[in-house]
């Protein structure tokens, strides 16, 4: 089989001719399938031949192939005639019909043109797969003709065990091996006999690389060992409608409160931003234990909070990460709505939160959530791939993740990363989280999303599928509640206030603990208020267990009071502050009694108050008036921010791409109209010249009392082609004759001058 390229064609047909012959369809799919081709314009066809043949454009659109269009492209740099025959021969397939179709479809994408011999390559596929099919470079330019395949193979085979081992190794490529440091003697003996008899070729010392002539005879003339011209077809469980879409509406309404409990932990706490930017290790795991999730979700519901823009670095001094204002306004929306905002926001990001405690290439450490390590742009193109095929397999079929991988192996074999494998895991679990799939198989809202519908129209999806919100709760004498659904908003806030999530589910169960009810004291609530609200919350009485802790807590509550001097703490009960005294663990506080009722300490009050809550104590902060300082209910926010929105690609849609292919025809008969009407002139073609050259042609003409043809550009700044007879230059004009009548020119105006 011929490996050399094929000869340029005698005739004078270029892909600018095979682009212009193209029908109106045709243009319109090309336009369609290599958007970038699309903008800018192109001012005609020509100028469309000449961008889809530029080395960029043909990287992206080879980069776009999937496997079965990449072999055969690559089985066609092999052959000397490109069809259907040769290329499936190539590829050792008996059947032609489904490479004709792939030719068919790489002339359509313009990686093909047809010439008068027949399909040709565009020049710049060379560049951009320079291994083709894992082949290395021609040996003719150091060795000239090579002996004949069969002779080539009989050499092989005469070859000593270890040069065969070489070359087993690289007949299917890569090509190319490097011998390591102190290799044994019988490998470097293989590589000199390879060497000697020219079945090799040695860039450097320690370099092999196998010839492309040796590599095809080894191969028995095939280009590929497992031509792939078929996608694979996962397979996997068959769930059914109700299943996956009933479990993405539970995971949904997980992921809201979750989401809700992230925003109440750090509105109340909010963790230190790293000098380097990112959240802590510690306050991620100080996160995910207040959260009862593992560290994984921790990560990405702090990365998904934020890529919805509902947390967000507040800018102070001491930086801190809060929830925005815009959680205020997300957190009032129905849980349809908020979804919505959730699962685009996840769709567009180009962070991954599976990086989150892993050690970036080439770095020290680990990346931390938040962070900018964890700003990946390949992530948005990664997601968007794995859901699509989710999306292509038969409807609520739950596919194994090895056989996504597979697929997606098939579908972008030269745009993905080397741990695939770990990225796909990362997205179905992430895609689980949110409800985009449920049970493994993409649900209704799922693939109400990848068709990138309104938010409207996606919350609508996601609608039937949200258990309804309740307005009440189930007190037990446990000092636990029991919520059988999603709370109202107005009802959720209050519980997470006065009571700690115990368990989710379909029932969330709420326990009440001193530490509880003392906060939604702290928050400005009485005890009749705590207890009016419990009691107007449940369809049973308010258990006595449960009012004698609230009543309790509120007796010892404010009974001692700390304020600034750096702080005081003052208590009418002598005998708590001598057991505050007493205590061990507030000796970093460095009490002092002053009075009988009053302590002081040289600590921050808000430390002072800190630490006698974490030690069993009630206190209240009070201001130097005497009065209570009551803590805003929100909690700590960050200043109103504008978020700019996610980069995304707007695709060229098919009213942009008619209209764009009859600009072009239009630009292509102008373009056609102006070369006849060159090639109609008289005289010769005009360069554009300086003044300096246009003064010495003119000149010269003068003094030889010689006809000039000049382009001389009017009052109205068109150009027009006068024969001209100068007759003396001056003052930077030429006076002469045009056309019969005496006619003085500004030099200035002369763009360009060649003699008659």
């Known amino acids: 089989m011929a490996v050399t390229p094929p000869a340029p064609p005698t005739t004078a047909r270029s892909m600018a001719d095979d682009v212009r012959d193209r029908s109106d369809g045709d ?49 066609a740099m092999l052959v000397s005639t490109i069809d259907p025959e040769s290329v499936a021969a190539s590829l050792g397939v008996t059947s032609t019909a ?11 994408v313009a990686l093909l043109w047809r010439g008068a011999e027949g399909l040709r390559l565009v020049r710049t596929v060379a560049e951009v797969l320079p291994q083709a099919a894992g082949l290395g470079p021609s040996a003719r330019e150091q060795y000239g003709a090579l002996s004949p395949p069969e002779e080539l193979v009989a050499l092989a085979q005469t070859a000593p065990p270890p040069a065969r081992a070489i070359l087993d190794r690289l007949t299917w490529g890569p090509p190319s091996a490097v011998l390591p440091m102190g290799a044994p003697d019988r490998v470097a003996e293989g590589a000199r006999w390879l060497a000697e008899h020219q079945l090799v070729l040695t860039p450097s010392a320690d370099r092999l690389v196998l010839p492309r002539e040796v590599a095809l005879a080894l191969r028995g003339g095939r280009s590929h060992a497992q031509p792939a011209l078929d996608p694979p077809r996962p397979s996997g469980t068959q769930r059914t409608a109700q299943d996956v879409d009933g479990a993405a509406g539970q ?95 996840w769709l567009l990001t ?47 079929l739950a596919p194994e993740a090895g056989q996504l991988c597979e697929a997606l192996r098939w579908r972008r074999p030269r745009r993905l990363p080397g741990n695939l494998d770990e990225v796909v895991a990362a997205v179905l679990r992430e895609s689980e989280w949110l409800g985009v799939t449920g049970r493994g198989a993409i649900s209704s809202a799922g693939r109400a999303l990848l068709a990138d519908q309104d938010e409207a129209r996606l919350a609508a999806a996601m609608q039937p599928h949200l258990p309804e919100p309740v307005k009440h709760v189930l007190l037990q004498a446990d000092l636990t509640a029991v919520a059988p659904g999603p709370l109202a908003g107005g009802l959720s806030t209050f519980m997470r206030l006065v009571a700690d999530i115990e368990s989710r589910g379909g029932a969330t169960v709420y326990r009440f603990t001193t530490d509880s ?43 001692t009071r700390v304020g600034a001097m750096r702080a005081y703490v003052r208590c009418d009960d002598e005998t708590t502050l001598g057991a505050m005294l007493a205590e061990r663990e507030l000796s970093p506080l460095q009490l002092r009694r002053i009075a009988a009722t009053v302590l002081v300490s040289p600590v921050a009050a808000e430390t002072v108050v800190e630490f006698l809550r974490e030690n069993g104590f ?19 926010r960050t200043p109103l921010q504008r978020r700019s929105a996610p980069v995304t690609a707007h695709a060229v849609d098919d009213e942009l ?42 000149r010269e003409a003068a003094a030889d009392r010689q006809a000039v043809w000049v382009g001389y550009s009017d009052a109205d700044g068109q150009v027009r082609r006068l024969l001209f007879h100068p007759h003396r230059v001056e003052g930077g004009r030429v006076h002469g004759t045009a056309e019969g009548s005496p006619r003085t020119l500004s030099i200035h105006r002369v763009t360009g001058a060649a003699p008659d």
């Not at 469309?48 to 659109?61: C, D, E, F, I, Y």
């Not at 489904?98 to 359509?108: A, N, Y």
Request: proline share 8%; aromatic share 4%; charged share 25%.
């Open 657 to 698: 791409v008619s209209t764009l292919v009859v600009a072009l025809r239009a630009g292509e008969e102008a373009a056609a109209f102006q070369r006849e009407e060159r090639a109609s002139r008289q005289g010769p073609s005009l360069p554009s010249t300086d003044p300096t050259t246009t003064l010495a042609v003119l």
């Open 27 to 75: 243009l319109h799919e090309l336009l369609r399938r290599r958007q970038d081709l699309a903008r800018p314009a192109p001012a005609d066809l020509s100028a469309l031949a000449a961008r889809a043949s530029t080395r960029a454009s043909v990287q992206r659109a080879v980069d776009n192939l999937d496997l079965a269009h990449l072999q055969v492209l690559e089985a």
């Open 251 to 345: 995971q949904v309404t997980d992921l809201l409160s979750l989401v809700d409990d992230v925003a109440t932990e750090w509105g109340l706490r909010p963790p230190r931003v790293l000098r380097s930017g990112g959240l802590a290790v510690r306050d991620l795991k100080r996160l995910a234990s207040a959260l009862d999730v593992d560290v994984v979700r921790a990560a990405f519901l702090a990365e998904l909070t934020y890529a919805a823009g509902l947390l967000a670095d507040d800018g102070s001094l001491d930086a801190a990460w809060a929830p925005t204002p815009a959680y205020d306004e997300w957190q009032k929306q129905p849980g349809d709505r908020r979804w919505a905002v959730l699962a685009r926001s």
């Open 517 to 559: 009810v003392r906060r939604g004291l702290d928050a400005g609530w009485s005890v009749d208020q705590v207890l009016g609200a419990l009691e107007d919350a449940s369809h049973t009485p308010v258990p006595q267990p449960l009012e004698y802790l609230v009543r309790d807590v509120a007796r010892r509550h404010g009974q």
């Open 98 to 108: 489904t490479v004709r179709v792939l030719l068919q479809d790489l002339w359509t």
């Open 618 to 636: 009630a206190p209240v902060a009070e201001t130097p008036d005497g009065g209570v300082v009551i803590p805003s209910s929100a909690g700590h």
């Open 350 to 396: 180009t962070r991954a939160p599976h990086l989150v405690g892993t050690t970036p290439p080439g770095g020290a450490g680990t990346i931390n959530a938040l962070g900018p390590q964890a700003h990946w742009p390949p992530a948005r193109g990664l997601r968007r791939d794995v859901l699509d095929q989710l999306d292509q397999v038969p409807s609520w």
